[in-house]
């Protein structure tokens, strides 16, 4: 290694300077090596840690990694073998997450986390680096008191304007959990390529949690100027949900809301309209609701009608539907089988027919399984008749169904089975 950045370091490089010059010769060997050699090397470099015999595994970790990233530098291998190097990087990057809160625990996280600050520094630079996106792994569940000196270390320490992609990512997240929205922007603006949409997913899902709306619209104009409406990959959900929070015209709204249908989603929905006044959301329900009924021989688009329909109480359409589309009512989707719940308990008048329909295209089936179905159907209707004291409507039914099906004997073996 060229030099020991932080005390320490030298010593343990020389313990394991043969494990880790063995390791680097198992990634950059010339056989053709799949994802389950590079775990069984990544395996095998963590089983020749557990052997030192230090309390300071983390220092371990960290000088195996740099010391493999120096040998791939000077031998100038890295681009060659990049995919080797990278799994390897991040199997170790992985150990070191996955150990941070004992780190906590035994008071070793602070030590650690400033070696590793050191690193990125040091390295700033270089974009085949590995410390930078363990940086930002580490950040996505770090507390305050451990941000604050991060934030204030980098601030001191980067040039911007000459640091690598991976460190300005790294950097601007740092950033932005330290809330300066317009800092962490003008640190992505001082790289000169643009960006791909999922390096940035995890700036822009802190912004819609903490809804920096206005900052999040700033940032899609400031990084991506020239891309058009639709195009912007992963970050495409954050963006709509902006557009419809902030103030925005009509073609913006359709524009939204036309992408949506094309992959309808209830949950998105909620998500997308959670912030409309009451008739603004009706003036929405009353588009979209014909546009997905003409969409039902698609299975998101059916299962986002019937979620509609039950949350809003459309219940008249939603016996319009039943009446016109359930041709097998053995099969049932979940969220139809809790919209006709809803429709026997919240509205009867309309659940009624429903269910005389149902029954008859039960029996239809011609099988003991259907025959059941009906009977549980049947016993259903039975007390939609009982709450609006029309029990007596229901007998003469039920009379007539099963004069019109006196040769089903299994279905009459069926409704005699539960007393109807």
Same mark, same amino acid.
């Given at each position: 290694?060229?030099?020991?950045?932080?005390?320490? %370091?030298?010593?343990?490089?020389?313990?394991?300077?043969?494990?880790?010059?063995?390791?680097?010769?198992?990634?950059? @060997?010339?056989?053709?090596?799949?994802?389950?050699?590079?775990?069984?090397?990544? #395996?095998?470099?963590?089983?020749?840690?557990?052997?030192? &015999?230090? %309390?300071?595994?983390?220092?371990?970790?960290?000088?195996?990694?740099?010391?493999?990233?120096?040998?791939?530098?000077?031998? *100038?291998?890295?681009?060659?073998?990049?995919?080797?190097?990278?799994?390897?990087?991040?199997?170790? +990057?992985?150990?070191?997450?996955?150990?941070? %809160?004992?780190?906590?625990?035994?008071?070793?996280?602070?030590?650690?986390?400033?070696?590793?600050?050191?690193?990125?520094?040091?390295?700033? &630079?270089?974009?085949? #680096?590995?410390?930078?996106?363990?940086?930002?792994?580490?950040?996505?569940?770090?507390?305050?008191?451990?941000?604050?000196?991060?934030?204030?270390?980098? @601030?001191?320490?980067?040039?911007?304007?000459?640091? #690598?992609?991976?460190?300005?990512?790294?950097?601007?997240? *740092?950033?932005?959990?330290?809330?300066?929205?317009?800092?962490?922007?003008?640190?992505?603006?001082?790289?000169?390529?643009?960006?791909?949409? /999922? &390096?940035?997913?995890?700036?822009?899902?802190?912004?819609?949690?903490?809804?920096?709306? /206005?900052?999040?619209?700033?940032?899609?104009?400031?990084?991506?100027?020239?891309?058009? /409406?639709?195009?912007?990959? @992963?970050?495409?959900?954050?963006?709509?949900?902006?557009?419809?929070?902030?103030?925005?015209?009509?073609? &913006?709204?359709? +524009?939204?809301?036309?992408?949506?249908?094309?992959?309808?989603?209830?949950?998105?929905?909620?998500?997308?309209? !959670?912030?409309?006044?009451?008739?603004?959301?009706? %003036?929405?329900?009353?588009?979209?609701?014909?546009?997905?009924?003409?969409?039902?021989?698609?299975?998101?688009?059916?299962?986002?009608?019937? !979620?509609?329909?039950?949350?809003?109480?459309?219940?008249?359409?939603?016996?319009?539907?039943?009446?016109?589309?359930?041709?097998?009512?053995?099969?049932?989707?979940?969220?139809?089988?809790?919209?006709?719940?809803?429709?026997?308990?919240?509205?009867?008048?309309?659940?009624?027919?429903?269910?005389?329909?149902?029954?008859?295209?039960?029996?239809?089936?011609?099988?003991?399984?259907?025959?059941?179905?009906?009977?549980?159907?049947?016993?259903?209707?039975?007390?939609?008749?009982? /709450?609006?004291?029309?029990?007596?409507?229901?007998?003469?039914?039920?009379?007539?169904? !099963?004069?019109?099906?006196?040769?089903?004997?299994?279905?009459?073996?069926?409704?005699?089975?539960?007393?109807?």
């Amino acid at each position: 290694m060229e030099q020991s950045l932080f005390k320490g %370091e030298a010593g343990a490089f020389a313990a394991i300077e043969q494990d880790i010059i063995h390791t680097y010769k198992l990634i950059t @060997s010339s056989r053709y090596i799949t994802n389950r050699h590079l775990e069984q090397i990544s #395996a095998d470099a963590k089983k020749r840690l557990s052997y030192v &015999e230090s %309390e300071d595994d983390w220092l371990y970790v960290l000088t195996y990694m740099r010391g493999i990233y120096t040998l791939a530098d000077r031998a *100038a291998t890295y681009e060659e073998y990049e995919r080797r190097f990278h799994y390897f990087f991040q199997a170790m +990057s992985d150990e070191l997450v996955a150990d941070q %809160e004992r780190m906590k625990e035994t008071g070793t996280f602070r030590p650690f986390l400033e070696r590793l600050l050191f690193l990125v520094v040091y390295h700033a &630079e270089e974009a085949e #680096a590995p410390w930078p996106p363990l940086l930002f792994q580490l950040l996505k569940s770090m507390e305050r008191s451990y941000l604050d000196p991060v934030y204030t270390f980098l @601030s001191e320490s980067v040039d911007r304007s000459r640091c #690598a992609r991976p460190l300005s990512l790294s950097y601007s997240y *740092a950033v932005l959990l330290a809330d300066d929205e317009k800092a962490a922007l003008s640190i992505l603006l001082a790289q000169p390529h643009t960006y791909l949409d /999922q &390096e940035l997913r995890s700036h822009f899902e802190l912004l819609k949690q903490r809804s920096k709306w /206005q900052a999040m619209k700033e940032w899609v104009g400031a990084l991506f100027p020239h891309k058009h /409406q639709g195009t912007f990959g @992963s970050l495409q959900p954050f963006i709509d949900e902006m557009k419809t929070t902030l103030p925005a015209n009509k073609k &913006e709204f359709d +524009s939204v809301w036309n992408r949506w249908l094309l992959s309808p989603s209830y949950q998105r929905f909620l998500t997308f309209s !959670k912030h409309y006044r009451d008739d603004e959301l009706e %003036e929405l329900l009353n588009r979209l609701l014909p546009e997905l009924k003409r969409r039902l021989h698609q299975v998101e688009a059916a299962k986002t009608f019937e !979620k509609l329909l039950l949350t809003t109480k459309r219940y008249e359409l939603a016996a319009d539907y039943f009446l016109k589309h359930e041709r097998d009512p053995l099969r049932m989707r979940p969220e139809k089988i809790e919209l006709l719940e809803a429709m026997r308990h919240e509205a009867p008048d309309y659940a009624k027919p429903v269910y005389h329909q149902l029954v008859i295209r039960l029996i239809e089936k011609k099988s003991r399984l259907h025959y059941e179905q009906a009977a549980v159907l049947l016993k259903e209707l039975k007390g939609i008749y009982e /709450q609006d004291d029309t029990l007596f409507l229901f007998a003469d039914y039920l009379t007539r169904l !099963k004069k019109m099906y006196r040769t089903y004997r299994a279905f009459i073996e069926e409704l005699k089975r539960i007393g109807l």
